[in-house]
T-cell receptor, first 114, second 113 residues
Framework: DTEVTQTPKHLVMGMTNKKSLKCEQH?????MYWYKQKAKKPPELMFV???????INESVPSRFSPECPNSSLLNLHLHALQPEDSALYLC?????????????FGPGTRLTVT | QKEVEQNSGPLSVPEGAIASLNCTYS??????FFWYRQYSGKSPELIMS????GDKEDGRFTAQLNKASQYVSLLIRDSQPSDSATYLC?????????????FGTGTRLTVIP
């Protein structure tokens, strides 16, 4: 099973709202990732959690706040977003060590900020 | 600077032909290489991974890796209209205690029936 699930599929929020994106995997992976993807661009790394600890934060604005409650779950808390934050938000997971680092992506959350 | 470069395309091939997608990378420390397929409005789907020099075949797909030339390619044989998608080359590097994928800008492939 190489499934990563994400909820919600679509989200429309105003600039003053607070919302959360959720991601779950049951592949036993210990690395989880958040990416942002704009139209016709490749995914852009936002955060990496390795063994439930934040390893990489790619200079993401503080209005995005990640959380990794356990090895299977990853959240992205959103607050006071801007219209330019509208994008497809992708979660991925992979092994954190060993010889195989294949990342598997979830279906994404299409976020629109109004 | 870690860079992954792909021909941006678009690439059009007739149905049944071989589609050839190319990728170069700048960091010689890279050890893992991947091809993802992304349909419009969908998330990237892993279709091939390759870790050592040479060819790796999986059905109609063949990935080729040449670490000396820092070059990765993907061949799609007997191309089908359902192969029409954007193909992303990705290179893995371990940094700051975690694995990190660096993506090329993608090549848009259209298979013409």
């Amino acid at each position: 099973d190489t499934e990563v699930t994400q909820t919600p599929k679509h989200l429309v929020m105003g600039m003053t709202n607070k919302k959360s994106l959720k991601c779950e995997q049951h592949m036993g992976h210990r690395a989880m990732y958040w990416y942002k993807q704009k139209a016709k661009k490749p995914p852009e790394l936002m955060f990496v959690y390795s063994y439930e600890k934040l390893s990489i934060n790619e200079s993401v604005p503080s209005r995005f706040s990640p959380e990794c409650p356990n090895s299977s779950l990853l959240n992205l808390h959103l607050h006071a977003l801007q219209p330019e934050d509208s994008a497809l938000y992708l979660c991925a997971s992979s092994q954190a060590s060993g010889s195989s680092y294949e990342q598997y992506f979830g279906p994404g959350t299409r976020l629109t900020v109004t | 600077q870690k860079e992954v470069e792909q021909n941006s395309g678009p690439l059009s091939v007739p149905e049944g032909a071989i589609a050839s997608l190319n990728c170069t990378y700048s960091d010689r420390g890279s050890q893992s290489f991947f091809w993802y397929r992304q349909y419009s409005g969908k998330s990237p789907e892993l279709i091939m991974s390759i870790y050592s020099n040479g060819d790796k075949e999986d059905g109609r797909f063949t990935a080729q890796l040449n670490k000396a030339s820092q070059y990765v390619s993907l061949l799609i044989r007997d191309s089908q209209p359902s192969d029409s998608a954007t193909y992303l080359c990705a290179v893995n590097l371990f940094q700051t205690g975690a694995n990190n994928l660096f993506f090329g800008t993608g090549t848009r492939l259209t298979v013409i029936p």
